[in-house]
């Protein structure tokens, strides 16, 4: 496998002198054959500014390629686990945006990069709205039905600027559709896509929500879109553009009652951090179907450095999930993975207990987005023995009956 490196124009090489190489936290290793698939449909590549491209020459020694060489990243699309970072040095002191950076190779006319596929892609392909005409014009049709719904304002910057997919669903009436309903948080996440503060070192993806909405405007979009969506529908509380929705917890709980009172086929989603356990009971207790947690570790000390939750603590997550699905809501982590950190044998053992007590019955491995030696330098230093990303998820598996592995909500059927 040849290592793929790019100039300073962001032209695209490969070369036979250096194998292409990974990196699994800080340390360069050898991917294996097994660990490579063909570049997957959606995926891109990016350079890696300010970067030197690292690689094995024949005696297995890391090489780095002359300056002007830099590395190449893939970004991967929902549906791929990333099994290693990119191998390089950096050369400045540049800042990587907040993306999923992932190890490319080259062989015989084909890109490949270090990932497994984990769920079916299919649902979640950006392509499937590439008919910019035709979201615009679904868009304007359903302004045009509710124009006095300020969420399908606001939706409609996520689905024509952002072409967030979960927002298209919402003006397509279909699959999983989008309700942001916080413009505030009670954790401060360093990868926040939605709210950086003013001297931070990257930039926020997307413009926060900014507008309350009523529960009357919830109802409207939750009624709207379960209708359209059919009995396998998803509408969704908690998206990138928002904040935790479980502040506005007692307002969910009413839009909840509302809706169910009007259509009780489809589901009822909620993205959280579940840091506020008062606030998700009475959402669960108003009909909540599914929750996904996010989180990106099972150990305290990790856990905070990362988010850096405000009055609340990992037990209290621990909490919300257990009661959610003590209560017959179907519970998934939002698993934010990183190699070299989230294989590691005692984040392993960690999250292996916190799945064990919680009752989680699926995990949806997301990549972290972040400059990989920013995060590295925040999180406690790692001690156990390193496995790997395949092995992680095995290990999961195995250990955790009876929970499934994938990338994204799925309804129950």
Same mark, same amino acid.
């Given at each position: 496998?040849n290592?793929?490196?790019?100039?300073?124009?962001?032209?695209?090489f490969?070369?036979?002198?250096?194998?292409?190489?990974?990196?699994?936290?800080?340390?360069?290793?050898?991917?294996?054959?097994?660990?490579?698939?063909?570049?997957?449909?959606?995926?891109?590549?990016?350079?890696l500014?300010?970067?030197r491209?690292?690689?094995?020459?024949?005696?297995?020694t890391v090489?780095?390629?002359? !300056?002007?060489?830099?590395?190449?990243?893939? *970004?991967?699309?929902?549906?791929y +686990? /990333?099994?290693? @970072?990119?191998?390089? $040095?950096?050369?400045?002191?540049?800042?990587?945006?907040?993306f999923?950076?992932?190890?490319?190779?080259?062989?015989r006319g084909?890109?490949?990069?270090?990932a497994?596929?984990?769920?079916?892609?299919?649902?979640?392909?950006?392509?499937?709205?590439?008919?910019?005409?035709?979201?615009?014009?679904?868009?304007a049709?359903?302004l045009?039905?509710?124009?006095?719904?300020?969420?399908?304002?606001?939706?409609?910057?996520c689905?024509l600027?952002?072409?967030?997919?979960?927002?298209?669903?919402?003006?397509?009436?279909?699959?999983?559709?989008?309700l942001?309903?916080?413009g505030?948080?009670?954790?401060g996440?360093?990868?926040? !896509?939605?709210?950086?503060?003013?001297?931070? *070192?990257?930039p926020?993806?997307? +413009? /926060?929500l900014? @507008?309350?909405?009523? $529960?009357e405007?919830?109802?409207?979009?939750?009624?709207?879109?379960?209708t359209?969506?059919g009995?396998?529908?998803?509408?969704s509380?908690?998206?990138?553009?928002e904040?935790?929705?479980?502040?506005?917890?007692?307002?969910?709980a009413?839009a909840?009652?509302?809706?169910?009172?009007?259509?009780?086929t489809?589901?009822?989603?909620?993205?959280?951090?579940?840091?506020l356990?008062?606030?998700?009971?009475a959402?669960?207790?108003?009909?909540?179907?599914l929750?996904?947690?996010?989180?990106?570790s099972?150990?305290?000390?990790?856990?905070?450095?990362?988010?850096?939750?405000?009055?609340?603590?990992?037990?209290?997550?621990e909490?919300?999930?257990?009661?959610?699905?003590?209560?017959?809501?179907?519970?998934?982590?939002?698993y934010?993975?990183f190699?070299?950190v989230?294989?590691?044998?005692?984040?392993?053992?960690?999250?292996?207990?916190f799945?064990?007590?919680?009752?989680?019955?699926?995990?949806?491995?997301?990549?972290?987005n972040?400059?990989?030696?920013?995060?590295?330098?925040?999180?406690?230093?790692?001690?156990?023995?390193?496995?790997?990303?395949?092995?992680?998820?095995?290990?999961l598996?195995?250990?955790?009956?009876?929970?499934?592995?994938?990338s994204?909500?799925?309804?129950?059927?």
């Open positions: 496998m290592i793929v490196y790019a100039n300073s124009k962001g032209e695209v490969d070369s036979s002198t250096l194998m292409a190489a990974g990196r699994s936290g800080a340390d360069m290793t050898d991917v294996q054959m097994t660990e490579w698939i063909p570049l997957p449909k959606g995926a891109s590549m990016v350079m500014p300010e970067t491209a690292l690689g094995f020459d024949d005696d297995g090489r780095a390629m002359p !300056i002007e060489f830099h590395a190449v990243g893939a *970004l991967l699309p929902q549906g +686990t /990333r099994l290693y @970072l990119p191998a390089y $040095v950096k050369s400045g002191e540049t800042t990587f945006p907040l999923g950076y992932t190890a490319v190779g080259f062989d084909v890109f490949y990069v270090a497994h596929k984990t769920d079916e892609p299919s649902l979640w392909d950006p392509s499937q709205y590439d008919d910019a005409q035709d979201v615009q014009a679904k868009v049709q359903l045009q039905m509710h124009p006095q719904n300020r969420l399908y304002d606001h939706l409609q910057t689905a600027e952002y072409e967030c997919v979960t927002s298209r669903n919402t003006f397509y009436g279909r699959q999983e559709g989008a942001p309903v916080s505030t948080c009670n954790a996440c360093i990868g926040c !896509i939605s709210e950086q503060p003013d001297d931070s *070192l990257f926020s993806a997307q +413009t /926060r900014t @507008l309350r909405p009523t $529960v405007e919830m109802v409207d979009v939750m009624v709207t879109h379960l359209s969506a009995p396998h529908g998803i509408i509380f908690g998206q990138g553009c904040g935790e929705p479980m502040l506005r917890g007692r307002e969910i009413q909840i009652r509302s809706t169910r009172e009007r259509i009780t489809g589901y009822i989603n909620a993205n959280t951090n579940a840091g356990t008062s606030q998700v009971q959402v669960v207790d108003a009909g909540l179907d929750m996904r947690v996010s989180i990106i099972a150990r305290d000390d990790h856990y905070e450095a990362y988010y850096r939750p405000r009055g609340y603590t990992l037990k209290d997550v909490a919300s999930a257990r009661y959610a699905s003590e209560h017959g809501v179907l519970v998934s982590i939002n934010l993975v190699p070299g989230t294989d590691r044998e005692e984040e392993i053992e960690a999250m292996i207990g799945i064990s007590r919680t009752g989680v019955s699926l995990i949806q491995m997301r990549n972290l972040i400059d990989p030696d920013y995060y590295l330098q925040l999180v406690p230093v790692q001690q156990g023995e390193r496995y790997s990303m395949l092995e992680m998820m095995d290990i598996q195995r250990e955790c009956k009876g929970v499934r592995l994938g994204y909500t799925h309804a129950p059927h």
